[in-house]
């Protein structure tokens, strides 16, 4: 009979409650920045057609981050403190992309949700079964992301000026964003 091995943990990786409280701390703070996302490009686009598509997509987001709100104290898991700087970065991404205009506003969804379906889907993954209505959760919120990446691929992202450029830099930023949150 062979016997069970747990995963390798090295010296300095988080326990596995730890990783779960870093999970919601992150994804808390990327529903947050979401939001706020979505908050400046509806400043600048308002009710347009294009404007009416975002608010659909925020009215996702901010679902999912009321759950997250409920999750952290419920876990017992503090925010990030970079809270403060989503907030205004969020909030100054999306007017800005909304004012090289609509498609420059998909391109900055499409972008976003990208990295976000590959940290959503790691996270799947790395989540033990014990942790299933948590998985559960993250599946539902990761097809939601994808349907809005879609939704700004069907709404002319790729059209957007610079859009090679724009996407880059916004998926670098979110990374830096995922990274930062997870351990702050």
């Given amino acids: ?18 990783a779960v409280a870093r999970m919601l701390r992150v994804d808390h703070a990327g529903e947050y920045g979401a939001v706020r996302i979505y908050d400046g490009q509806l400043a600048v686009l308002g009710d347009s057609p294009a404007g009416r598509v975002i608010r659909h997509m925020a009215d996702q987001e901010r679902a999912h981050l009321s759950a997250f709100d409920r999750l952290l104290p ?11 700087l989503w907030y205004v970065a969020g909030y100054a991404l999306g007017a800005a992309t909304a004012f090289l205009g609509p498609r420059a506003a998909m391109a900055c969804t499409v972008a976003v949700e990208e990295v976000i379906d590959a940290h ?9 079964a014990a942790e299933a209505e948590l998985k559960a959760t993250l599946d539902e919120f990761r097809r939601d992301e994808l349907s809005h990446r879609d939704e700004g691929l069907a709404h002319g992202a790729e059209q957007a000026p610079g859009y090679v450029l724009l996407s880059t830099g916004i998926k670098a930023a979110s990374r830096l964003a995922i ?3 997870t351990r702050i």
């Fill in 179 to 181: 990274w930062l949150s």
């Fill in 120 to 128: 959503y889907a790691g996270q799947i993954r790395s989540l033990p």
């Fill in 74 to 84: 419920e876990r017992h898991v503090r925010p990030t403190v970079l809270s403060p």
């Fill in 1 to 18: 009979m062979a016997i069970p091995v747990a995963p390798q943990r090295l010296p300095g990786d988080p326990s596995p409650d730890e």
